[in-house]
T-cell receptor, first 116, second 109 residues
């Protein structure tokens, strides 16, 4: 158990819909990262937040957005869902911002999203 | 993603040694991570290299050559539970993390 929690564990929805995935980082960790893992593309970095502010952006679509709240939990919002958005979404946390430091990330169990 | 290459699959025997290679584009390099991921589970951290050389941690070691854009993960005394995917990840331009597609390791008795 990494100490990172994600809800829900599974989510089934239809194309065109909007969903929100939630992540609570390990106690004391200030950074939260979001990743998408699909069968044909491996683990894709989406976005990082540090202490409430966006710190780095990866391959995140405009239909997707995220935020980190004052209590440090984070939400990933996926809208206008398409079949290709079906994937496992992981959240990870780390204690630091990562700039110039060893930035080990602890991954949550993931949310499996199925778009029908 | 971002030209991080690893073999797709490898097979080794219980008790043996296996080396999993990773090559990457060197631009913006700020560190390299290895993660282990069992099927359907979250990745777990194995090692981190930012300077050239070998980092040893029990049965696992990781090597880095920054000038060559090359790393390897060495697993010794293989156990059946080591059957998993091994992901190489590069921290590029601080906090942009790019993962390879992973190497699926099959350990046979």
């Amino acid at each position: 158990d990494s100490g990172v929690t994600q809800t829900p564990k599974h989510l089934i929805t239809a194309t065109g819909q909007r969903v929100t995935l939630r992540c609570s980082p390990r106690s004391g960790d200030l950074s939260v990262y979001w990743y998408q893992q699909s069968l044909d593309q491996g683990l894709q970095f989406l976005i990082q937040y540090y202490n409430g502010e966006e710190r780095a952006k990866g391959n995140i679509l405009e239909r997707f957005s995220a935020q980190q709240f004052p209590d440090l939990h984070s939400e990933l919002n996926l809208s206008s869902l398409e079949l290709g958005d079906s994937a496992l979404y992981f959240c990870a946390s780390s204690p630091t911002s990562g700039t110039g430091t060893h930035n080990e990330q602890f991954f949550g169990p993931g949310t499996r999203l199925t778009v029908l | 993603g971002q030209n991080i290459d690893q073999p797709t699959e490898m097979t080794a025997t219980e008790g043996a040694i296996v080396q999993i290679n990773c090559t990457y584009q060197t631009s913006g390099f700020n560190g390299l991570f290895w993660y282990q991921q069992h099927a359907g589970e979250a990745p777990t951290f194995l090692s981190y290299n930012v300077l050239d050389g070998l980092e040893e941690k029990g049965r696992f070691s990781s090597f880095l050559s920054r000038s060559k854009g090359y790393s390897y993960l060495l697993l010794k005394e293989l156990q059946m539970k080591d059957s998993a995917s091994y992901l190489c990840a590069v921290d590029r331009n601080f906090n942009k993390f790019y993962f390879g597609s992973g190497t699926k390791l099959n350990v046979k008795p």
